[in-house]
C-alpha cells in the first residue's frame, strides 16, 4: 500500500479528556419493546438506503486467536470534537468480544473493488484472514486493509445499548486515505453490492 496521508490527532493542542462511559448491562430485549413490524419487511424498506462499506479490525487479543474483523455497514461520523465515530454490531456477534477485549479498533472504508473481501470478512467462522494483506494502524496497531479508500484508528471511548444492537463510540486517533482513492466506494442497496455508477436494481 503506497504510503497514506496521515493525520495524527495528537499532534497539537488537544481538547480537555473525555471520561469512556462504563460498559452497558446486557439484557434481553422486552416484548414491549418489539416493534410491531415483520422484519422481513423491515429489511426490504431499510434496504432502499444505500450505505457505504466497512471492515472493522482489532489487533489480536492474545497471541493464539489472531486478529480480528468483521463486515459492518452501520458505520457513522458522530462527533468533530472530541473526534468520535460510532458503528453498530449484533450483540450475537462471535468478533466483538474479541475487539472488546483489544479496546481497539480501525475501520476501513472498502473500494469499489472490494466486493469479495466484504464477503470474506462477513463470514462468521472463518479464518478472515487468510490471504489478506494489511499492515498495522499508527497508534493501534489494528490491521489496516491494503487497498481500501479510507481508514481511522480508534480506541473503544464507550458503548451503548440498542435494541438487538450494541452501539460501539471510538475516538479517533489518527485517520488516512489509501492509495486506492481514485476507485469510489463499494456500496450496498437492496440486497447487493453497487459502484456509484450502477443502475439501480429493477
Given at each position: 500500500m503506497a504510503a497514506a496521508?496521515?493525520?495524527?490527532?495528537?499532534?497539537?493542542?488537544?481538547?480537555d479528556p473525555v471520561e469512556a462511559l462504563p460498559r452497558p448491562e446486557l439484557r434481553c430485549v422486552r416484548e414491549d419493546e418489539r416493534l410491531p413490524v415483520d422484519p422481513a419487511e423491515f429489511r426490504r424498506v431499510l434496504g432502499n438506503f444505500a450505505t457505504g462499506v466497512t471492515v472493522v479490525t482489532a489487533p489480536a487479543a492474545d497471541i493464539e486467536a489472531g486478529p480480528a474483523g468483521f463486515a459492518c455497514q452501520s458505520f457513522s461520523s458522530l462527533s468533530l470534537d472530541p473526534p468520535l465515530v460510532a458503528?453498530?454490531?449484533g450483540r450475537t456477534s462471535t468478533t466483538w468480544p474479541r475487539i472488546a477485549r483489544a479496546g481497539v479498533f480501525c475501520v476501513n472504508v472498502l473500494s469499489a473493488g472490494q466486493g469479495d473481501l466484504c464477503r470474506a470478512f462477513a463470514v462468521s467462522g472463518a479464518d478472515k484472514f487468510t490471504g489478506v494483506r494489511f499492515?498495522?494502524?499508527p497508534v493501534t496497531g489494528s490491521p489496516r486493509l491494503t487497498g481500501a479508500l479510507a481508514w481511522v484508528d480508534c480506541a473503544i471511548h464507550a458503548v451503548h445499548t440498542g435494541g438487538?444492537?450494541?452501539?460501539?463510540?471510538?475516538?479517533?486517533?489518527a485517520l488516512g486515505t489509501g492509495d486506492a482513492a481514485s476507485d469510489g466506494p463499494l456500496l450496498f442497496h437492496r440486497g447487493r453490492f453497487a459502484g456509484l455508477d450502477d443502475p439501480p436494481p429493477g
Open positions: 496521508a496521515v493525520r495524527y490527532l495528537r499532534s497539537g493542542p488537544r481538547p458503528f453498530m454490531v499492515d498495522a494502524a438487538d444492537h450494541l452501539i460501539v463510540v471510538g475516538r479517533v486517533e
